[in-house]
């Protein structure tokens, strides 16, 4: 039996190396859901290629060049966010989540709750809605399985742990849980040598291919400190339990801290697929394409500690973990509206965290119950990142 499969984003990177996945087990995965936002003509192709039954398209244009390249589609299109709401209730058995940013967020709710695998590689979604997310998914039985390469390891390493009985003495024999980091482009660099960086420089990552925004997010560190609030709400793990390693060559992605000592670490080559391949055929292991760890010819592995006096953003999502409430969210809200502004030119890359900063030290922290919060929360921290982005540039 082929299990049925929804990409959403899937003209992205994350959508390549799952249907590169699906190309390597045709018979095992059948695609019934493909969505893009803006690119019609590769959603065309991909169309063409895996004859879905619904196309989801951000915009009405969209919708008109797939119709004009598709003469024979017999599916549906939908359009823009209420299209893709549809196409999240389009019960599936695995539904890969890949849009990126605050939009993945509704999308992601709603596939919470149709049961099945939810593979989420948005992360936006446990930032801004963590507990929420979380919650939808257990009451309908939906598995929340981690696309990103730190929390698909560490969810690997706790399975030993989840098959024993006594789960919850299970989980308090956790230590501690580390995510690692490759430091970015700019590791080394310093302060004032990280003012002057561009955007080309910055989404240059030395290790993983990955769009721009997340590359920007790896280069300040804030990739990881929304990674850690990440880990918090899927593991649930209180945030002095979270740590993170500086790892420049991307080789070991998470390690657990048991209480008796023992340390187990998750390797392999860096490689979408291998996350991917682990989520979308969980709890089988399928083969996924990925070049093989050869230990002796790597020669050595190098871990340092983060730096947040050069890497601030690490410390202030940190300080959002803490706060907990809509903290995470206006964290990730005023960080969207940075990126982007430095992404266009007009914010400088030191800059980005001084926005973030600014907007967080403006907020008060409430507690979110509803989706509708979220919502406003993350609004209001647009706002005022906006005109703290037109103060600084
Ligand atoms: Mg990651």
């Known amino acids: 039996m082929s299990r049925s499969l929804a990409i959403f984003g899937a003209t992205g990177t994350i959508g390549d190396n799952a249907l590169d996945l699906v190309d390597q087990h045709q018979d095992r995965f059948d695609v019934q859901v493909l969505s893009a936002q803006n690119n019609s003509d590769k959603l065309a192709q991909l169309a063409q290629k895996y004859n879905p039954e619904i196309l989801v398209i951000g915009t009405q244009e969209g919708r008109e060049a797939l119709v004009q390249n598709l003469a024979d589609f017999k599916g549906t299109i939908v359009v823009g966010e209420a299209g893709l709401l549809e196409a999240a209730r389009h019960k599936v058995d695995v539904a890969v989540m890949a849009i990126v940013g605050f939009a993945g967020l509704a999308p992601a709710m709603t596939c919470a709750a149709q049961g099945g695998v939810l593979a989420l590689a948005n992360k936006e979604a446990l930032v801004a809605a963590g507990p929420l ?26 399975q ?18 580390v995510l690692t980091a490759s430091g970015g482009p700019f590791r080394q660099h310093s302060l004032a040598e990280m003012a002057k960086v561009t955007p080309a420089q910055a989404v ?21 400190g929304l990674e850690l609030i990440e880990a918090r709400y899927l593991f649930d793990i209180e945030p002095a339990r979270l740590d993170v390693l500086v790892h420049p060559q991307s080789i070991v992605h998470g390690l657990v801290y048991f209480n008796d000592g023992s340390v187990l670490a998750q390797k392999g080559c860096p490689d979408m697929r291998v996350p991917l391949a682990y989520c979308m055929a969980y709890p089988e292991r399928i ?50 509206i940075a990126v982007a502004a430095f992404l266009d030119g007009r914010l400088g890359f030191t800059a980005i965290g001084e926005v973030v900063d600014a907007v967080l030290q403006a907020h008060e922290v409430a507690r979110v119950s509803g989706l509708d919060e979220v919502m406003a ?13 037109k103060k600084l540039s």
Not at 204 to 224: C, E, F, Q, R
Not at 377 to 389: P, S
């Open 377 to 389: 929360a993350d609004l209001a921290a647009r706002v005022g990142a906006e005109q703290q982005v």
């Open 133 to 158: 997310l979380m919650q939808t998914a257990q009451q309908n039985h939906t598995q929340v399985l981690p696309v990103d390469s730190e929390h698909n390891a560490i969810y690997q390493l706790l």
């Open 160 to 177: 030993t742990q989840a098959q024993n009985p006594g789960h919850e003495s299970a989980h308090k024999s956790i230590e501690k849980i």
């Open 287 to 336: 083969a996924s394409g990925a070049p093989r760890l050869d230990l002796a010819a790597q020669g050595r592995l190098d871990f340092e500690a983060a730096d947040r006096d050069r890497f601030i953003c690490l410390a202030l999502a940190e300080a959002a973990m803490r706060a907990d409430g809509d903290a995470p969210c206006v964290l990730n809200a005023a960080n969207e």
């Open 204 to 224: 240059a990552h030395p290790n993983w291919d990955m769009g721009a925004k997340i590359s920007v997010d790896s280069a300040t560190l804030m990739n990881k």
